[in-house]
Each structure stands twice: as C-alpha cells, then as structure tokens.
C-alpha cells in the first residue's frame, strides 16, 4: 500500500488526485502544520528537506510532486495519465510539467511566502508586487493555450497535468486577479472543480468551496 504524508490544499495535492483517480490503495497520513510536524525528527528522516508531501511505496521513499506524479504515471500506464514515452505528445508534456513545477510554483511560493525572500521586513511589499507583475504573465500563458477551447491541457485527454495545474490555480485564488478571472484558464479550472476526482479529493482534504 502507498503512503503519502499530506497536508490539506498542500503540494501533496496533485498526487492525492492521482491516487484516487486510479482508486489505488494508499493511506493518507497527515502532516500537522501547525505543530510543525513537517520539521519533526521523524518526518526529516524520511525527507530531509521538511516540506510536504513525501511518498513511499515500499522502500522508495519520493519527494517532490512532480517527482511523485511520474512515478505513480509510470507504474500505473493503464491510468492514462501521462503520453506514453516517444509519442507526439510526450515532450509537450514534459515542458509543461516542468515549467509548472521550476517556474510557476516557485513564483507562487515567493507570493506566499515573501518574507522569506527579504532580510528586511521593509522589503516585502516590492518583493510581492514584483511577483504578482510574473505570476500575472505566467497565468496568461496558461491562458493562451487554453484559447482553442480544449477540454483539458494538452487537448481531449486528462493528464496528471491537469491535476497539477488545478493545484496551482488554486494556489492563485488570493491575487487580485486570480485565474478564474482568465477569459480561458477560469472555465478550465471551473471545469475541473466539477471532476469527481478533484472534488471528492478536496472534499476528503477538508477544503470548502470556493475551491479556486
């Protein structure tokens, strides 16, 4: 049985998507942010970097998301979750997962998180307005390639990328434009809120709705 050590509306939210989309046995196991479990001694053995989610399957023991997300599409290809290796699709794909994990997600955890970025307090409101200035050119990307009117990310088929991409979107609801409010990434998200996997996935983390 999988393990995933999550924490509601966390980054540990696309795998949990993933594993209950492919109705796979796994056991949630939760990681209190709020007591700082995530930099317990126990929780760093198994993932020395303190963040949330880490996964094991067996011995493995994976962080990373994305990491988790590719491991569980390899093992399981009957989900269908990811373009088989040497297909048309497949860089696609990779492009977009990686952009979405190196790019957009680091910018949404410096919006989050900004006083991390900063040795002075006073710092703050410039390091933040600077953030909002990318993620707002990030989500028009989004939004642009979503402009065809496809149904999901990468045309007619779900992917593990349109769980992460929820993700991320959601991550995005607090800005002052927030994707939902993208002429094309909106309809899209609004979309996958009424997918039975994302909802019964943010029904079982706790989150209430609106959910992006």
């Not at 006073?122 to 307005?129: F, H, M, R, Y």
């Not at 990307?141 to 779900?158: I, T």
């Not at 939902?180 to 709705?209: C, F, I, N, Q, W």
Request: proline residues 8%.
């Amino acid at each position: 049985m999988y393990v995933l050590h999550f924490y509601p509306g966390n980054a540990s939210m696309a795998p949990h998507m993933m594993l209950r989309h492919g109705q796979l046995a796994y056991r949630l196991e939760l990681v209190d942010r709020h007591s700082n479990a995530q930099k317990s001694p126990a929780y760093l053995k198994l993932n020395p970097n303190g963040r949330i989610p880490t996964f094991q399957d067996g011995d493995i023991v994976l962080y990373e998301a994305a990491a988790i997300c590719l491991h569980l599409s390899e093992k399981h290809p009957e989900l269908g979750l990811a373009p088989a290796a040497g297909s048309a699709l497949r860089p696609e794909f990779l492009k977009w997962l990686m952009w979405a994990t190196n790019t957009l997600q680091p910018e949404l955890l410096t919006y989050h998180y900004t006083e991390r970025h900063c040795s002075d307090p006073s710092e703050v409101p410039g390091v933040k307005a600077k953030s909002v200035e990318r993620l707002g050119g990030m989500y028009d990307q989004l939004d642009q390639v979503l402009s065809d009117g496809r149904p999901y990310f990468l045309g007619q088929d779900l992917s593990l990328l349109d769980f992460y991409l929820f993700m991320l979107g959601r991550w995005g609801r607090m800005l002052d434009v927030p994707p939902r409010d993208y002429s094309h990434l909106g309809p899209y998200l609004a979309r996958l809120t009424d997918h039975p996997t994302v909802a019964e996935t943010m029904e079982t983390e706790g989150l209430k709705r609106p959910w992006i």
